[in-house]
């Protein structure tokens, strides 16, 4: 057994800490920032965990949910990068946009071997087998650094306030 089905991700479930007015929605891949539940207070923003790889549950959201301005905080590492491309593809599909969140300098940069991390990055194809069109030019340049020097960004590295706002002056 290589896992419990409880600690599958393949699990269809959405954990939400809410705020009465959100401004926007912070879909995030870990559950770090839900754990600080103040961070939907302080950014008036509702906050969800769909689970890395577990966003089939994105085709259940209601209409009234997508018409909100949504962003997403993850791992900067292949797998985060890749699950972003399917979250936009699926919201795309359903008339909505999302945003990654892009971590604020300076990195805190981690080898992708690190302790217990899997994603790998891809070097048999260009830029890993990402598409560069789903990201901006500046994030397409710290991925490119990311994939060169075979490192990665922990979602959980960073202050989700600093992210947010840093990203509000970047809106493509």
Request: glycine share 2%; aromatic share 12%; hydrophobic share 35%.
């Amino acid at each position: 057994i290589d896992e419990f089905p409880q600690t599958s991700k393949d699990l269809q479930y959405r954990l939400v800490v809410d705020y009465t007015n959100p401004k926007a929605i912070i879909l995030c891949e870990n559950k770090s920032f839900l754990k600080q539940p103040w961070n939907a207070k302080e950014l008036e923003v509702k906050l969800w965990y769909v689970g890395g790889n577990n966003i089939s549950i994105i085709d259940d959201i209601d209409e009234i949910e997508l018409s909100y301005p949504i962003y997403y905080s993850c791992d900067w590492d292949h797998e985060g990068l890749k699950i972003y491309q399917r979250i936009k593809t699926k919201l795309k599909n359903r008339g909505a946009e999302i945003q990654i969140l892009t971590p604020p300098p300076p990195h805190q940069y981690l080898p992708t071997d690190s302790f217990m991390h899997k994603s790998r990055w891809d070097y048999k194809v260009a830029f890993s087998g990402l598409d560069r069109n789903v990201f901006s030019v500046n994030e397409q340049e710290l991925i490119a650094r990311l994939i060169k020097e075979d490192l990665w960004i922990e979602e959980e590295s960073n202050v989700l306030k600093d992210m947010f706002y840093h990203n509000l002056n970047d809106i493509r």
